[in-house]
């Protein structure tokens, strides 16, 4: 078990929470990746399979199928942006080719080759009033033209 | 016991029985892909739809407990658009690549296409491309693009081996089956899911592409490969040697059987059987000299006849059916006889791999020919201590105390060494050994006959919980090769103790006759699942029989 004994002890308060202790993989999940360098390992997914008495199989099954789970290396920044219909409407597709442009990033769902930055494409945000949008680092930026990408990750470290 | 009407009809199911198992008992079939009555409930397919009067939505009938009232309706506009339009989804990114598909012939996907679709397609959009060929394991590939995602591979590794090397991966239509990453398929009940797959994404290896499935011919059968029995269907070809490499034996596929292995069958015993149809013994032989049956069973009687009983011995085996082992025990009274050998326990495991490799160890127990088996934890049928066991009679072959040896099947090289074995042949009037296959023994014998593997003839094995089975007979023996049973019926002729039956069905009733444990045992009574013989302890499988 390579999972530390602080996340530990969180997630054994996090499951008290649910009637079936696996109800708890998802947050468990979520919780990993953000202490654990924002992505899930092997090794991860294997020590939560352990944790929730699962099959690996399992965890990697419900892993896979949720897209805010990354199961590769991600870069320092994860910028996502929106590409759902409000946010297509109003122009996404321009804001996804400007963080591609700014990151260095190839395309949604690759790292930039520095791994400063690793941008990917959201569905719905829920926040298509104020569309479109992106989500740097999990903060939202809404109701963007092109060079807002430019200002929002240029103060980035 | 809730009453449900389905189609009009009326039926009377406990508790919790679901509509599908329902329809099942009416005779009614309900299509399915993910349900298995083997495993748990997946009721992810939906093309299960069946209309529920007073329900506003079709329901799944996989997963509907009947309630008492219910009237179902499986056929009909409402359900029958619901299942088109299941299929229409199901097929949309489906690849269609049936010319080259091995499951092209038993698809379930062409099945219900031709009974309940039959509408136009009209998806004209891109198909999603996934992996076409994936190595899962020894034994099965996997084409990604048409796997429809039931699950049902999925369940058996979770439920039944316990395994858990399969998942569904990813999600939409980008979903897919795959191994858990770094995983192989590869345990001992791994090409059951090539079964259970209802389509053609999990193939056999062994058999991929080499007969279609329309030029198979199948017979059941039960597995030689250990004591359990499994009860299987022997997929094969005659007529056309150009298919599958001239071998008989294409595939095996599990037979249903509730109480001996359910659905399934070990990876072991399915691929056990190579050695049919090949190295296999064609002619008769006298001191490696082709000869002919005539003169190899007037030899023998001969010699039968000319020494004393006590000087005569057999080592039989426990792979020959009861028909034989009784003609034998008939024939050779008064000699030192055994169907026992010592023997290694092979592999075993808790659900149907059993340690004995011998089909018939209960039978040869029953008819006196072996004794009880140390340690022995399936109820121990017969077997008397006072038995002899081939190793005795090996020795007294050693050291000169016989006239005449009759090796069935076994390889005494293996079983005593090679230097016990020369001097059995050495010290032995005349070794005689019949079997299917080419092994050292047949080097050492004086004669040689060439006799049928177990597919090729009728008989009866017992297995280990004391079922008696039927083995059929699947295909006939090469030409020159003859049943045991029937070279023991003339060698009776010759030997002047004639019996009075001529088939193998006439000697179960001598036997059956003859034998308590077997009394009022007939192949009617058999049938095609078996039956158990007096006083076994046949019990119930108890893995994953689902209780409704
Ligand atoms: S799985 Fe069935 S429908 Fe699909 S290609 Fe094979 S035979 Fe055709
Ligand atoms: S491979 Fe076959 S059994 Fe497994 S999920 Fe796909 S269709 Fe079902
Ligand atoms: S569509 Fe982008 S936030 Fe809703
Ligand atoms: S068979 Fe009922 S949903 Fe699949």
């Known amino acids: 078990m390579a999972l530390p004994d602080e996340l530990l002890a969180e997630l054994d308060e996090l499951i008290l929470n649910y009637p079936d202790r696996r109800a708890g993989l998802i947050p468990a999940l979520h919780r990993c990746q953000e202490e654990l360098g924002g992505w899930l390992s092997p090794e991860i997914l294997e020590d939560c399979a352990e944790y929730f008495d699962m099959e690996p199989v399992e965890v990697y099954g419900v892993a896979s199928f949720y897209p805010m789970f990354h199961l590769k290396p991600v870069g320092k920044h994860v910028v996502g942006v929106c590409r759902n219909v409000s946010c297509e409407l109003r122009g996404a597709s321009d804001i996804t080719s400007r963080v591609c442009r700014v990151t260095g990033a190839q395309a949604p769902g690759r790292n930039s080759t520095d791994m400063r930055f690793y941008v990917e494409h959201l569905e719905c945000q829920g926040a298509c009033a104020d569309a479109p949008m992106i989500v740097v680092d999990g903060v939202y930026h809404e109701n963007l033209e092109p060079d807002d990408v430019d200002t929002i990750l240029g103060e980035l470290s | ?548």
């Not at chain 2, 619901?82 to 996907?109: K, T």
């Not at chain 2, 858990?164 to 999600?171: A, D």
Request: net charge negative; proline share 5%; glycine share 10%.
């Open chain 2, 1 to 548: 016991m809730p009453d449900v009407i389905i189609d009009g009809q009326e039926v009377s199911v406990p508790r919790g029985t679901t509509v599908i198992q329902a329809a099942e008992q009416l005779g009614i079939f309900i299509p399915r892909y993910c349900y298995h009555p083997g495993l748990s409930t997946a009721g992810n397919c939906r093309i299960c739809l069946v209309e529920v009067e007073k329900n506003p939505k079709l329901q799944v009938a996989c997963n509907l407990p009947v309630t008492d009232g219910m009237v179902v309706h499986t056929r009909g506009e409402a359900a029958e658009d619901g299942r088109r339009a299941v299929l229409e989804f199901l097929l949309a990114n489906h690849p269609l690549d049936c010319p080259v598909c091995d499951q092209s012939g038993e698809c379930d996907l062409q099945n219900f296409y031709m009974k309940f679709g039959l509408y136009d397609p009209r998806f004209h959009e891109h198909k999603v491309k996934k992996k076409k060929a994936v190595q899962l394991g020894p034994h099965v590939m996997l084409d990604q693009e048409r796997c429809i995602l039931c699950s049902r591979c999925v369940r058996f590794t979770e439920e039944i081996t316990e395994t858990g090397e399969l998942g569904i991966f990813n999600r939409g239509d980008r979903a897919e089956l795959a191994i858990y990453p770094g995983g192989v398929l590869d345990n001992p009940y791994s090409t059951n899911v090539v079964d259970i797959c209802p389509v053609g994404a999990l193939t056999e290896r062994e058999s991929r592409f080499k007969v279609r499935v329309w030029y198979l011919s199948s017979a059941p059968t039960v597995c030689n490969g250990c004591s359990r029995g499994c009860n299987m269907d022997m997929h094969f070809v005659l007529d056309r040697p150009h298919l599958n490499d001239g071998r008989r034996v294409v595939r095996v596929k599990p037979r249903h059987n509730p109480d001996v292995n359910q659905w399934w069958l070990c990876d072991a015993g399915r691929y056990g059987l190579g050695w049919i149809d090949e190295g296999r013994l064609g002619e008769v032989r006298e001191r490696g000299a082709t000869s002919t049956w005539d003169a190899a069973l007037a030899a023998i009687a001969r010699a039968m006849q000319e020494s004393d009983r006590s000087r005569v011995g057999v080592i039989a085996s426990a792979q020959l059916t009861c028909e034989e082992l009784f003609l034998i025990r008939e024939i050779f009274d008064g000699a030192r006889v055994s169907a026992a050998v010592p023997e290694e326990p092979g592999a075993c495991d808790d659900f149907l791999v059993e340690s004995d490799k011998n089909p018939n160890t209960q039978g040869a127990r029953l008819l006196g020919m072996a004794g009880p088996v140390i340690g022995d934890t399936t109820g121990g049928l017969g077997g008397s201590a006072d038995v002899p066991d081939g190793q005795a009679i090996a020795q007294a072959a050693r050291s000169g105390e016989l006239d005449v040896l009759w090796v069935f099947g076994h390889d005494l090289v293996e079983l005593f060494g090679a230097e016990s074995a020369h001097e059995i042949a050495q010290n032995v009037g005349l070794l005689v050994f019949s079997g299917t296959n080419e092994n050292a023994t047949v080097e050492l014998a004086q004669w040689v006959v060439p006799t049928a593997a177990y597919l090729e003839k009728d008989g009866t094995f017992v297995n280990c919980e004391g079922r008696v089975q039927r083995i059929g007979r699947v295909f006939a023996p090469p030409a020159g090769v003859r049943e045991d049973w029937s070279v023991l019926l003339e060698l009776a002729e010759r030997s002047g103790r004639p019996r009075d039956s001529h088939e193998p069905r006439t000697i179960f009733a001598a036997l059956a006759a003859a034998e308590a444990a077997f009394a009022g045992l007939t192949y009617e009574s058999i049938g095609t699942l078996g039956a158990p013989v007096a006083g076994s302890a046949a019990r119930v499988m108890s893995k994953a029989e689902p209780t409704p």
